[in-house]
């Protein structure tokens, strides 16, 4: 995916700190109130530890937060409709790469590296690492190495109930996963551009007997991207809570179920 650059900086979208009503496998209309404790311990650890590994990250950067455009000092609008315009159409990895040289361009590879930031992948290292190669400008790719390598430890993984190396248990589904709603530009040249992308991300352990069971939240990550090696490459970004829609009153699914939809449901590429 979450996060100017250094106060609330979350290099993989995961700060989850707001907790549906509904128990998730129980479908009851309330969760109790032991494990809603559990999970906003668990989800504080997260943000700490996250909080530390991105400002070490970005130590030095410029800060990526809203900017005023070059010529007035209001954000670009920007129509909810998509342009219509194919965003790439290659990929390195999962990830789609070799976004166009324009302002569109960039709007589509926030979206997309947002996605790839907020991914289960980035829980154990080599995927992490690979994640990093490929949406991180060069100049910083080692140094956001090192900060997640502090960031993901064995004690981390298994604040998340997952095993030493990020992955889940026998029996269990991790499920991380980070949807854009939108995007908008507030600061542009012809060589860099400031992005915002509102996102929902999904996080936690589906499983029957998951103390971390898997919960939504709202979030905005605001990316300061550079024209790089012939693409759009991240050089530090932020997120911060919300824009977050009133809870609805949607029955919770069951570990069987959420499992099943992680399993059935592939992901998109994101255009602007």
């Known amino acids: 995916m979450s996060p100017g650059d250094e106060q609330g ?13 509904p128990d998730p496998y129980g479908g009851a209309p309330r969760r109790p109130h032991r ?4 999970s906003l311990v668990t989800v504080v650890g997260v943000v700490v ?8 990250a970005n ?4 800060g990526g937060g809203d900017g005023a455009p070059a010529k007035d000092n209001e954000p670009k609008s920007a129509p909810t409709a998509a342009t219509g315009t194919r965003p790439v159409t290659t990929k390195t990895g999962t990830i789609p790469t070799g976004y166009p040289h324009t302002e569109q361009g960039a ?7 947002a996605v790839a930031l907020g ?4 829980f154990n290292r080599a ?10 400008t060069p100049s910083r790719v080692a140094s956001s190495e090192a900060a997640f390598d ?3 430890t064995p004690a981390f993984s298994k604040s998340l109930g997952l095993n030493d190396d990020g992955t889940a248990p026998q029996g269990y589904t991790f499920v991380s996963r980070t949807s854009p709603i939108g995007t908008k530009v507030t600061e542009s040249t012809d060589d860099s551009a400031t992005v915002e992308v509102w996102c929902s991300g999904l996080l936690g352990l589906a499983g029957d007997k998951s103390t971390n069971p898997v919960t939504n939240s709202w979030f905005t990550i605001t990316m300061k991207l550079e024209w790089a090696a012939g693409d759009w490459k991240i050089s530090t970004h932020s997120q911060k809570d919300g824009p977050a829609p009133v809870p609805g009153d949607d029955r919770a699914s069951s570990a069987d179920e959420m499992s099943k939809a992680v399993d059935e449901y592939g992901g998109f590429t994101y255009a602007r």
């Open 9 to 21: 900086y979350t290099e993989t979208g995961h700060t989850r700190t707001r907790l549906p009503d």
């Open 49 to 56: 530890l996250l909080i530390a590994a991105i400002a070490f």
């Open 35 to 38: 494990s809603s404790s559990r």
């Open 127 to 136: 995927g992490r690492d690979s994640i990093l190669r490929t949406i991180i």
């Open 107 to 113: 709007q589509s590879a926030a979206a997309n590296y």
């Open 59 to 62: 130590r030095g950067g410029e």
């Open 150 to 152: 502090k960031a993901y």
């Open 119 to 122: 991914s289960a992948e980035m």
